[in-house]
């Protein structure tokens, strides 16, 4: 059974770090695309990044050279390392695994079909 078990949420100072993980069990995180996603409020999901099995990376802009996504193979496990936050990072962090065999790198949350149940990440300012 494919499972995604998000963790590392919490309340952050502006400015503060975060690390989330994304424990995988049920296939190996480097052999799929791995896409991080977050949802606020009263707006879409969207992607923050995402990782191919080829370690092809995305970043919108609104978070590149802040957000580092990695993997840990013996631990089975996708981390998302978020430095200098900021208020408007607040939001429902999601981690999701496209299983589509020789995937290629996509950013749409239809894209994935498994998913985890979310951990929230507040920034305050």
């Known amino acids: 059974e494919v499972q995604l078990v998000e963790s590392g949420g919490g309340l952050v100072q502006a400015g503060g770090s975060l690390r989330l993980s994304c424990a995988a069990s049920?296939?190996?995180?480097?052999?799929?695309?791995i896409g991080w996603f977050r949802q606020a409020p009263g707006k879409e999901r969207g992607a923050v990044s995402c990782?191919?099995?080829?370690?092809?990376?995305y970043y919108p802009d609104s978070v590149k050279g802040r957000f580092t996504i990695s993997s840990d193979n013996a631990k089975n496990t996708v981390y998302l390392q978020m430095n200098s936050l900021k208020p408007e990072d607040t939001a429902v962090y999601y981690c999701?695994?496209?299983?589509?065999?020789?995937?290629?790198?996509?950013?749409?949350?239809?894209?994935?079909?498994?998913w985890g149940q979310g951990t929230q990440v507040t920034v305050s300012s």
């Open positions: 999701a695994a496209d299983l589509a065999p020789f995937g290629t790198l996509t950013i749409a949350p239809d894209d994935y079909d498994n």
């Open positions: 049920g296939f190996t995180v480097d052999d799929y695309s």
């Open positions: 990782i191919t099995s080829d370690r092809v990376t």
